[in-house]
C-alpha cells in the first residue's frame, strides 16, 4: 500500500482511507477504501514551512462547511496543523493550515489532542499527574485535571504517567470526553471543562505496586487492559488487551468494548485475531478497520470487522 508502518488509520466520508506513517515520504497517504489504491498524499518529510518530521494524526476527519478535514500535528516541531482534505484531493495547494504551537506545558508529551473550537483544546498526557488537560488558546493557559482515581500509595513522579496512561475519545456534539485505563480496567467520562461525570469499573479494585528504582516498572503478574480507542458519534469503542507485564506478546483475548455517549457500557467482543492496532470505525458500512501488527502485516496490511450487529443510526 506505500506506507510502511502506519500509526493512525481513520475512515474519511466512509469511502477513503486516511494512514499516517512516520516512516514514510509523504507521511500521509489517503486511498480508496474499496480497493485500496493510493489516491492522494501529503505531508512531505522535512523541517520546512508545512513539513514534517513526526506528523501525528489528531482525533478523526470531520466535515465543516461541507470541507473535509483532519488535525495533524508535528510531535517534533509541537505545531498542531490543520489538513484541508478537500483541497488535497482536489489537488489544490495550500492543503495545510497552521492552528498554533503546541504550549510549553504540554509539548514534552501528549498522546491525544482534540480542538473543541477555535479556542479550546482538549486532551491526555503521557507523562506527569494529570488526567487530562484543556488548553485555551486565546490567553494561552492550561488547566491540568488531575489522574482519577487517585493513588493510595507514593509513585515517583517519572512513573505516575506510565502507571496512568489512558487511551481517549471526545464527542464533539455532546462534548463529552471519554478515557480508557490501561493499567486498570475502567473507563471515565469527563465534561469539556474537566468534570468528571461517570466511571464504569470492569474488575475489583486494582492495587497499586510497588515500585522500584531497578529492576522491571511493573511486577510480572500485573496486567495491561486498554490500549487502543476510537470515537465515532454514537459510540466509544475501547480495545482490552489484557496482557500481563510478563507476556512478550500480545494475548489472544483481545476484547471490544463498546459505550454510549450517554455514558452506558453497551457490551464487549472478543476479537478472532491477536496483533490489532490503531482502528478506525465506520457508522455508515458498519465496519472497524484496523492496522494489521501480526506476521501477516505485508500481505494483509488492514484488518476488517463486520460490526452490523450494532445498532448504529441510518
Not at 454514537?234 to 455514558?263: C, V
Request: glycine content about 6%.
Amino acid at each position: 500500500m506505500g506506507a510502511l508502518t502506519p500509526e493512525w488509520i481513520d475512515v474519511v466520508a466512509d469511502s477513503l482511507l486516511l494512514l499516517v506513517d512516520r516512516n514514510a515520504d509523504p507521511a500521509i497517504n489517503i486511498y480508496n477504501l474499496k480497493n485500496l489504491k493510493k489516491i492522494a498524499s501529503a505531508g512531505k518529510r522535512g523541517n520546512g514551512p508545512f513539513e514534517f518530521i513526526t506528523p501525528k494524526l489528531e482525533g478523526s476527519s470531520f466535515t465543516l462547511n461541507d470541507t473535509l478535514y483532519a488535525y495533524i500535528s508535528d510531535f517534533n516541531a509541537h505545531i498542531l496543523y490543520r489538513l484541508n482534505i478537500s483541497k488535497l484531493l482536489a489537488g489544490i495547494p495550500d492543503e495545510f493550515e497552521k492552528i498554533d504551537d503546541v504550549h510549553y506545558t504540554i509539548a514534552p508529551g501528549w498522546q491525544d489532542m482534540f480542538p473543541v473550537n477555535d479556542k479550546i483544546v482538549i486532551g491526555n498526557l503521557w507523562y506527569g499527574d494529570a488526567r487530562m488537560f484543556i488548553w485555551n488558546r486565546n490567553n494561552q493557559t492550561v488547566k491540568f485535571i488531575p489522574n482519577f482515581p487517585e493513588a493510595k500509595v507514593h509513585i515517583p513522579k517519572d512513573k505516575i504517567g506510565y502507571f496512568y496512561a489512558n487511551f481517549v475519545g471526545y464527542n464533539p456534539k455532546k462534548k463529552i470526553f471519554a478515557s480508557a485505563m490501561q493499567t486498570f480496567k475502567q473507563v471515565d467520562f469527563f465534561d469539556s471543562a474537566g468534570n468528571h461525570l461517570k466511571s464504569l469499573k470492569f474488575e475489583k479494585d486494582n492495587l497499586h505496586p510497588e515500585f522500584k528504582s531497578d529492576g522491571s516498572l511493573f511486577p510480572p503478574d500485573y496486567n495491561f487492559y486498554f490500549g487502543r480507542t476510537y470515537s465515532t458519534s454514537s459510540y466509544f469503542f475501547a480495545l482490552s488487551q489484557n496482557r500481563r507485564a510478563d507476556q512478550p506478546a500480545p494475548s489472544n483475548n483481545f476484547e471490544l468494548y463498546l459505550f454510549s455517549w450517554d455514558q452506558e457500557f453497551r457490551g464487549k467482543w472478543i476479537l478472532s485475531r491477536p496483533n490489532i492496532g490503531p482502528f478506525t470505525v465506520s457508522e455508515r458500512n458498519k465496519k472497524l478497520y484496523a492496522i494489521n501488527y501480526g506476521n501477516d502485516m505485508e500481505e494483509f496490511p488492514i484488518i476488517i470487522y463486520n460490526l452490523s450487529q450494532l445498532p448504529f443510526p441510518d
